[in-house]
DNA sequence: GGACATTAACGCACCGAGTGTCAAATTACT
DNA sequence: AGTAATTTGACACTCGGTGCGTTAATGTCC
């Protein structure tokens, strides 16, 4: 509904009456609904994480750190194929949009505290020592690389992004000597 | 100056105008000087993005890609003794205040192009590839991981927090296996 | 040194996001 | 129906940020 204003109008040109005008409501309560005119892009995130909280739970101890993040990051990324076009929407508006650019920083702030949580555990750490924080920054900033990449190709698979970026991660130190072909 | 306000006040507690009285000059002028409030806390950027350039530019090509990134951006964040304290202010403003951590994303992005350029050029690909993108995320994420445990913990150097996260990065792969003791 | 152009300072009015307050409307309960 | 609880939204206000237009400095050329 008023991802469809920002998608024509733009986000910044939409503003907060625009949009209760829109819906039918008032301005105020307008903001009983939505702490910030940016949290409407990003719908229920509280479910993303759970949902790779989930994912990540899932694999067995057995599985290597890094495999089982790669794992865990691509399986709560899976969405239907339905969902796909307003997935990429709200993406698209996120990482061309400076103010959502900006307010996103404090969602994937919580996204790496789940990470952080399991790297954590995995390494018999504190989620606050350095190699957790790494690991969950890390982490992040490779599903962000795979997503930009997504929005800017449409063409091209999320999930096999996701995937082809994770795997280059856990070769990392092999792959990248000078003179290497890039794949 | 202003620093220092934000410091005892508060970022949020200080508005504009006090800012603005404080340095003796008009509201409107401190626009003339300042894009936005949260600009005063991340100094000459330009500078850092600057020293990073050139630092990645130092390494010779017979180096292996991720030493010469952490060589580049430990250098880069060499700072004289007499600047850390400045320097542990404004980070830990950044780190502590969603206003200022949001609006750090488009500093980041900034940086973060720096890497993907000098990465392309390593491999001979695209600053837009995927491959760039996930290594100037990951060294983002891995600078930033080390900054935030060293406005943690004062006590820690940050050239050597540095220094162990990207060393961790280069063996990823090697050293998180399950069981493996974390150091 | 005086006339002129340029740039800096800044007051004013305005916009938009977000918040506190309070009254009216709706809904729920018995 | 009647009462209590909740929702809605109007109003006024704060604060960041911008456009505009005027005054004050500062430079420049003859």
Do not use: C
Request: glycine share 6%.
């Amino acid at each position: 509904m008023a991802l469809d204003l920002f998608a024509t109008r733009g986000f910044d040109a939409t503003t907060v009456d625009d949009i209760a005008a829109a819906v039918g409501v008032g301005r105020r309560t307008f903001f009983r609904y939505f702490d910030s005119k940016n949290d409407i892009v990003w719908g229920d995130f509280d479910s993303v994480m759970e949902r790779l909280r989930t994912a990540l739970a899932g694999r067995g101890a057995d599985v290597p750190l890094m495999e089982a993040l790669r794992h865990g990051v691509v399986e709560s990324n899976r969405y239907p194929p339905e969902q796909l076009p307003g997935l990429r929407i709200r993406m698209t508006l996120i990482t061309d949009t400076p103010a959502l650019e900006a307010h996103s920083a404090l969602r994937y702030a919580a996204w790496r505290a789940v990470v952080a949580e399991f790297a954590a555990a995995r390494l018999a750490a504190d989620p606050a020592d350095l190699m957790p924080q790494v690991i969950s920054q890390v982490a992040l900033g490779t599903a962000m690389a795979s997503f930009g990449r997504w929005v800017a190709h449409p063409e091209e698979d999320l999930e096999a992004l996701l995937e082809e970026a994770f795997r280059a991660l856990e070769v990392l130190d092999l792959s990248l000597v000078p003179g290497a072909r890039p794949r």
